[in-house]
């Protein structure tokens, strides 16, 4: 089966501590993305990337870095520097250069202690 | 700026009637509009798109109404079911500037489907 995984579901951090959740897709897909998304609001863009190698800034990078040395991987680090970021984060995919749908994974649930 | 926003944040409707909810965007140059489903815990799921040369588009049970006049997209859905009950996002298609395009999500509309 195609899909979008991510893990662990639940995540639990101390403060100051870095944690890496990660995303793998096997839809082939070249562009990959990180959104937070908090209680009651809509999602919001931490990074994408369009394709290996290269990886771009959304609305809420600070506090957060990536990487895409595979087409099927982008890894996500939450930072000691991200104020706030017990979360609920959702990793997708998609065709091209963004244009389209996109596939999410099932989100990995991160709550700082 | 660019914005979508819901009317609506909670709709409660009985088993067997028809739901609709309702979003105003504000970039009028938008070409391109999803709805996703998001159950309690899980991401989001495709359930509808359209392109701006359109005004409607029909699926399984659900219907999307585009009014680029007013900005407002709808999502009509036949006969809701208790399984339909979840959050349900527009999304609008945004330039990045780099050639790429994001998505653009609104707050979420939660819709109760009482038996």
């Known amino acids: 089966d195609g899909g979008i995984t991510q893990s662990p579901k639940y995540l639990f951090r101390k403060e100051g501590q870095n944690v890496t959740l990660s995303c793998e897709q096997n839809l082939n897909h070249d562009a990959m993305y990180w959104y937070r998304q908090d209680p009651g609001q809509g999602l919001r863009l931490i990074y994408y990337s369009q394709i290996v190698n290269d990886f771009q800034k959304g609305d809420i990078a600070e506090g957060y870095s990536v990487s895409r040395e595979k087409k099927e991987s982008f890894p996500l680090t939450v930072t000691s520097a991200q104020k706030n970021p017990t979360a609920f984060y959702l990793c997708?995919?998609?065709?091209?250069?963004?244009?389209?749908?996109?596939?999410f994974g099932p989100g990995t649930r991160l709550t700082v202690l | 700026g660019e914005s979508v926003g819901l009317h609506l944040p909670t709709l409660s409707v009985q088993e067997g009637d028809n739901s609709i909810i309702n979003c105003a965007y504000s970039n009028s140059a938008s070409d391109y509009f999803i709805w996703y489903k998001q159950e309690s815990g899980k991401g989001p799921q495709f359930i509808i798109d359209i392109r701006s040369n359109m005004d409607k588009r029909q699926g399984q049970r659900v219907t999307v109404l585009l009014n680029k006049t007013v900005k407002h997209l709808s999502l009509q859905i036949a006969a809701t079911q208790p399984g339909d009950s979840a959050v349900y996002f527009c999304a609008e298609k945004s330039p990045l500037g780099t050639g790429f395009q994001k998505l653009v999500f609104g707050t979420g509309t939660r819709l109760l489907v009482s038996p």
């Open positions: 997708a995919s998609s065709y091209g250069r963004g244009s389209g749908e996109q596939f």
